[in-house]
């Protein structure tokens, strides 16, 4: 007859009060951080280039959206996720980290809120005196191809960047928030590094946002011929972003077929709490363990916790 060998470890804190494993974010919460972020995505990407004086502007345009991104996420990526981007949403839901209905609602978020950010700045331009037409203003930010490319970039070549970059974007964006890595701030940072990296080579190109929430934002408030190429900038940057979450769904095959979480097929059942768990991760329920098994193993199952922070788990990469 065996007798059960009680298990011992240090018991887990709980967590403080007001943490953010307390808080479970609603989706009206997340859809106002989706749009606030949207908004000052195209606050910053539109304005710093509308309003600089190019022989006296100290911050490039492509920095200045690149750091906005960084400051969006920063500021609510907690709350939602920090998306601001429908391609960065639409890779999300193919790769499985986001159901189809708050997909859609995270992309209806994101063109409220960037239409009200590019409405803000029409307005500011109305009440400029050196400005005449404020929709030709707009014309100089708005994505286009062609005769409406800096360098007459025919729209192949614009398909194809949109494509490429929106799908090392979302690479970058998933790649950063999988699994384990749950450090937001450098997630946060390498989005905008790659997000100013992307928009600096796609500037002359034909402005290619990579974005096609801030081109909707452009094209609404710029001359016709916008609204006609606006096609473009949702199509070639959601097959992109459809590519990557592909390919990042393909990873995570394995570990779903060996019945483990995504990003978890390399730990053991015989891991602790400290060594396999992460920051939001679910508490671990340990055992007893048989007489006969050997010293020092324990038997450890995953147990949900009573109140998930779901909005942590998108930012952190752990919500499918």
Request: proline share 7%; hydrophobic share 50%; aromatic share 6%.
């Given at each position: 007859?065996?007798?059960?060998?009680?298990?011992?470890?240090?018991?887990?804190?709980?967590?403080?009060?007001?943490?953010?494993?307390?808080?479970?974010?609603?989706?009206?919460?997340?859809?106002?951080a989706e749009a606030f972020g949207?908004?000052?995505?195209?606050?910053?990407?539109?304005?710093?280039?509308?309003?600089?004086?190019?022989?006296?502007?100290?911050?490039?345009?492509?920095?200045?959206?690149?750091?906005?991104?960084?400051?969006?996420?920063?500021?609510?990526?907690?709350?939602?996720?920090?998306?601001?981007?429908?391609?960065?949403?639409?890779?999300?839901?193919?790769?499985?980290?986001?159901?189809?209905a708050d997909a859609a609602a995270?992309?209806?978020?994101?063109?409220?809120?960037?239409?009200?950010?590019?409405?803000?700045?029409?307005?500011?331009?109305?009440?400029?005196?050196?400005?005449?037409?404020?929709?030709?203003?707009?014309?100089?930010?708005?994505?286009?191809?062609?005769?409406?490319?800096?360098?007459?970039?025919?729209?192949?070549?614009?398909?194809?960047?949109?494509?490429?970059?929106?799908?090392?974007?979302?690479?970058?964006?998933?790649?950063?928030?999988?699994?384990?890595?749950?450090?937001?701030?450098?997630?946060?940072?390498?989005?905008?590094?790659?997000?100013?990296?992307?928009?600096?080579?796609?500037?002359?190109?034909?402005?290619?946002?990579?974005?096609?929430?801030?081109?909707?934002?452009?094209?609404?408030?710029?001359?016709?011929?916008?609204?006609?190429?606006?096609?473009?900038?949702?199509?070639?940057?959601?097959?992109?972003?459809?590519?990557?979450?592909?390919?990042?769904?393909?990873?995570?095959?394995?570990?779903?077929?060996?019945?483990?979480?995504?990003?978890?097929?390399?730990?053991?059942?015989?891991?602790?709490?400290?060594?396999?768990?992460?920051?939001?991760?679910?508490?671990?329920?340990?055992?007893?363990?048989?007489?006969?098994?050997?010293a020092g193993s324990a038997v450890?199952?995953?147990?949900?916790?009573?109140?998930?922070?779901?909005?942590?788990?998108?930012?952190?990469?752990?919500?499918?």
């Amino acid at each position: 007859m065996t007798m059960p060998l009680p298990v011992h470890r240090d018991p887990a804190p709980a967590p403080a009060a007001g943490s953010p494993a307390q808080v479970r974010h609603g989706l009206a919460a997340r859809l106002s951080a989706e749009a606030f972020g949207s908004l000052f995505l195209v606050v910053a990407g539109l304005g710093v280039p509308l309003f600089s004086i190019p022989q006296s502007s100290p911050l490039p345009a492509a920095l200045a959206a690149g750091l906005a991104v960084t400051a969006a996420m920063l500021a609510v990526g907690y709350v939602s996720g920090g998306h601001f981007n429908p391609a960065v949403t639409v890779g999300h839901a193919v790769a499985g980290r986001i159901r189809l209905a708050d997909a859609a609602a995270y992309i209806g978020a994101q063109l409220v809120g960037g239409l009200l950010g590019a409405l803000a700045l029409f307005g500011i331009l109305r009440t400029l005196p050196g400005i005449q037409d404020s929709r030709t203003a707009f014309d100089t930010v708005t994505a286009g191809f062609g005769e409406h490319s800096i360098i007459q970039a025919p729209l192949a070549a614009v398909l194809l960047l949109e494509v490429l970059g929106a799908a090392i974007l979302v690479a970058v964006f998933i790649g950063t928030t999988k699994d384990k890595n749950n450090n937001n701030t450098s997630a946060a940072v390498a989005v905008g590094l790659a997000f100013a990296v992307l928009l600096q080579l796609g500037l002359s190109v034909g402005n290619a946002p990579f974005n096609p929430a801030r081109a909707t934002a452009s094209a609404v408030f710029s001359s016709s011929w916008s609204l006609e190429q606006l096609w473009v900038f949702w199509v070639a940057p959601l097959v992109g972003a459809a590519i990557a979450g592909l390919v990042f769904r393909g990873f995570a095959e394995p570990a779903a077929a060996s019945g483990l979480p995504a990003g978890d097929a390399g730990s053991n059942a015989g891991e602790t709490a400290h060594d396999a768990g992460d920051a939001g991760s679910p508490e671990v329920r340990e055992t007893a363990v048989p007489a006969t098994a050997p010293a020092g193993s324990a038997v450890v199952t995953p147990e949900e916790p009573e109140n998930r922070d779901e909005a942590r788990e998108f930012f952190d990469g752990k919500r499918g």
